[in-house]
């Protein structure tokens, strides 16, 4: 069965200090992966994919994503954290395998960036 | 250009009560999904269409939920005989594809509240 797991419900860093926000997945199949940040009372947005290719993976607002197949992990990361990053990041996968076309998603991580 | 808009924004219903969530795709996109999201939940995969294929509604909760998508634009979740349980944010995202290698876009979603 397909899954992600957002090992942490809340990531907490200080302003200019390097971010991490974790997600590994499983799936048959080689994956599609995706990170999406919801920011309070907003929709939300699209940051970065992993399709095929360069495993790391850049993205809006500065963020950058590893793709680590023998780790099925795909973190998000960020070299210097602002204020204004915080938010909740969600983790999306599917397969490229078989005709499930639905993105199974994780539960979240609140990231929280103090000044 | 315009996003993904839905309507309305927020909904308050008494238990029992039949509800119609709308949702506006961007103009051109091919694929439409449903989802919902509880407090401090992730996202719940509902409903999933894709241009004149028949949709894909594995992920509705009970038979009192439907959703229509008309001439493959607007789409409108039902749900008939709300219950407290249904009290959540309904999300509609657009694709341009059906391929899962492109992003979806995320409207802003319809709180419900069933009192």
């Known amino acids: 069965a397909q899954s992600v797991a957002q090992p942490e419900d809340q990531v907490n860093v200080a302003e200019g200090n390097p971010l991490t926000v974790k997600c590994t997945y499983s799936?048959?199949?080689?994956?599609?992966l995706f990170w999406y940040v919801q920011y309070p009372n907003r929709g939300l947005q699209f940051l970065l994919k992993?399709?095929?290719?360069d495993n790391l993976v850049k993205g809006s607002y500065g963020f950058e994503a590893e793709f680590n197949k023998s780790q099925t992990s795909f973190h998000l990361k960020k070299p210097s954290a602002l204020v204004s990053d915080s938010a909740l990041y969600f983790c999306?996968?599917?397969?490229?395998?078989?005709?499930?076309?639905?993105?199974?998603w994780g539960l979240g991580t609140s990231l929280a960036v103090n000044p | 250009g315009a996003g993904v808009s839905q309507s309305p924004s927020n909904k308050v219903t008494e238990k029992g009560k039949d509800v119609e969530l709308r949702c506006d795709p961007i103009s051109g996109h091919t694929a439409l999904y449903w989802y919902r999201q509880s407090l401090g939940q992730g996202l719940e995969f509902l409903i999933y269409f894709q241009g004149n294929s028949a949709p894909d509604k594995s992920g509705l909760p009970s038979d009192r939920f439907s959703a229509e998508r008309t001439g493959g634009s607007v789409s409108t979740l039902t749900i008939q005989r709300t219950q407290q349980e249904d009290s959540a944010v309904y999300l509609c995202?657009?694709?341009?594809?059906?391929?899962?290698?492109?992003?979806?876009?995320f409207g802003p979603g319809t709180r419900l509240t069933v009192t």
């Open positions: 799936v048959s199949g080689n994956p599609y």
């Open positions: 999306a996968v599917r397969s490229n395998a078989g005709n499930n076309r639905k993105l199974i």
């Open positions: 995202a657009s694709s341009s594809s059906g391929t899962e290698t492109y992003e979806q876009y």
């Open positions: 992993y399709i095929t290719g």
